[in-house]
């Protein structure tokens, strides 16, 4: 898995202690880097959030029964008050546009990794 950092480091006593997880996919098929992961790691260098909250940012491979583990064992964990998976579509990349699911909607899918 991926890169992780806690704010925790320079935080202040008082301060909030709101958990944050924020995932992106790894490289799959003729993707040598997904563009999910190279949009959230690099939450890890905002400083000014370590005030605020305890952010941990992670790599989930692209492998269907992978991510039915490594995710529920993200969330236990660390125990996140919001959590936000992000990934690709190609549906979406002639509209440059982001889209926002409440749940995924690839249930059952049986596509070999």
Wanted: proline content about 4%; overall charge negative.
């Amino acid at each position: 898995m991926g890169d992780y950092r806690t704010a925790q480091q320079g935080r202040t006593s008082g301060s909030p202690t709101i958990r944050v997880l924020v995932t992106g996919f790894g490289p799959f098929g003729e993707h040598s880097v997904n563009a999910s992961w190279e949009a959230v790691r690099h939450l890890t260098v905002l400083d000014d959030l370590k005030d605020v909250v305890d952010l941990f940012v992670e790599e989930i491979p692209v492998k269907y029964h992978e991510v039915s583990t490594v995710v529920p064992d993200l969330w236990k964990k660390y125990q996140p008050h919001l959590v936000i998976h992000c990934g690709v579509s190609g549906l979406l990349a002639w509209k440059n546009t982001i889209q926002i699911e409440r749940q995924a909607s690839c249930h059952g899918y049986v596509m070999v990794d």
